[in-house]
C-alpha cells in the first residue's frame, strides 16, 4: 500500500479551520475596498442609491452596513479594521479610501478610477498581497469627474492614466504582505517603493479603528483604542472591542513591518 499523502501546511490550517480548532478565516481581507457611493450605503427615502453617499462625505460621515480601506484587512464581521492612510504633501487630504465614479457620473456607470492589485491570497487568509499605485502629484479627483460627466455612452472612459499623473514615473508602488504566525497573530509588513528619478516624500500611516455600529440606536457597548506603549522606534495601540476583546497593533517605525495580534 502507498504511503498517505501528507497534508500541506495551508491544508492542515484548512482542517483546523473546519474542525474549530483554530480560526483562521476569523482575519482575511474582507474590508471593502470601496463602500462609499454603493447600493450597500443607500437608506435614502428615494432610492438614490448611488447618490446618497458621497466621496466628499465619506471623509467625515460613519458608514452604516460596512467600511472601506486600502491594502485593509478585519475579523469576518468588520468589527475592527486595519487599512493605509497615505499622503504626498501634494492632495488637499489624506488618501483613505479608493476614489471612482459614482452610477450617474460616469459614462458608462459606476466605476473606481485608480491601480490597485490584489496580488496574492490563501484559502485561509494566512497569506495575503496587496499593491497600490500612489501618484506624487495631486491626485486628479475632479479631472476625472468632469471629463467623465462630458462623455457619452458610445465615447470611451477617460482613465486615470489618461490625466499624466503617471508620467516619468512618478508615482509610488506601495506593497502591504500579511502573514499570520497563529489564527490570532499577524505580520504585517509595509514596503514603499519610489518609481521616478526624481526625490519624493510620502507619509504612512497604518490605520486601526472600529467599524462604528454604536451611532444607529443599537444598544452595545462602545469599544476603545488607546496608546498602550509608546518609544522613540515603535508604538502599541491597544483596541478592546466587547466581541473581540483585547488586540494590540504593534508599529515599528523603522523601515519595515507593524504587528496586529
Not at 457611493?37 to 452596513?65: C, L, N, P
Not at 479608493?98 to 460616469?106: D, E, K, P, R, V
Not at 506601495?174 to 509588513?189: M, S
Request: aromatic share 16%; charged share 30%; with cysteine.
Amino acid at each position: 500500500m502507498s504511503e498517505p499523502q501528507k497534508l500541506t501546511q495551508e491544508e492542515i490550517r484548512l482542517k483546523e479551520d473546519r474542525e474549530r480548532k483554530a480560526y483562521w478565516r476569523r482575519w482575511g481581507c474582507y474590508l471593502s475596498d470601496r463602500q462609499w457611493g454603493t447600493v450597500r450605503e443607500d437608506y435614502s427615502k428615494d432610492g438614490s442609491a448611488w447618490d446618497y453617499f458621497s466621496f466628499e462625505q465619506s471623509h467625515y460621515r460613519a458608514y452604516r452596513w460596512g467600511e472601506d480601506g486600502i491594502a485593509g484587512m478585519s475579523d469576518n464581521h468588520q468589527r475592527l479594521c486595519f487599512s493605509l492612510a497615505l499622503w504626498n504633501e501634494r492632495d488637499p487630504f489624506l488618501k483613505e479610501r479608493l476614489y471612482g465614479l459614482t452610477n450617474s457620473q460616469g459614462n458608462h456607470g459606476e466605476d473606481v478610477k485608480e491601480y490597485y492589485f490584489h496580488l496574492d491570497n490563501t484559502p485561509t487568509h494566512s497569506y495575503m498581497k496587496f499593491l497600490y499605485k500612489y501618484p506624487q502629484e495631486a491626485f486628479p479627483y475632479w479631472q476625472l469627474e468632469k471629463e467623465n460627466k462630458k462623455r457619452g455612452l458610445k465615447d470611451r472612459e477617460f482613465e486615470l492614466i489618461e490625466t499624466g499623473i503617471f508620467k516619468d514615473n512618478k508615482y509610488f508602488d506601495v506593497t502591504v504582505e500579511y502573514a499570520k504566525a497563529t489564527d490570532e497573530d499577524i505580520l504585517i509588513y509595509i514596503q514603499v517603493a519610489n518609481r521616478s528619478s526624481e526625490t519624493a516624500t510620502i507619509h504612512l500611516l497604518p490605520t486601526l479603528w472600529f467599524r462604528n455600529i454604536w451611532s444607529w440606536g443599537y444598544e452595545v457597548e462602545k469599544p476603545q483604542l488607546k496608546i498602550y506603549e509608546q518609544a522613540e522606534k515603535y508604538s502599541v495601540i491597544e483596541a478592546q472591542h466587547p466581541d473581540l476583546g483585547k488586540r494590540w497593533l504593534y508599529c515599528d517605525r523603522q523601515p519595515g513591518q507593524t504587528h496586529l495580534n
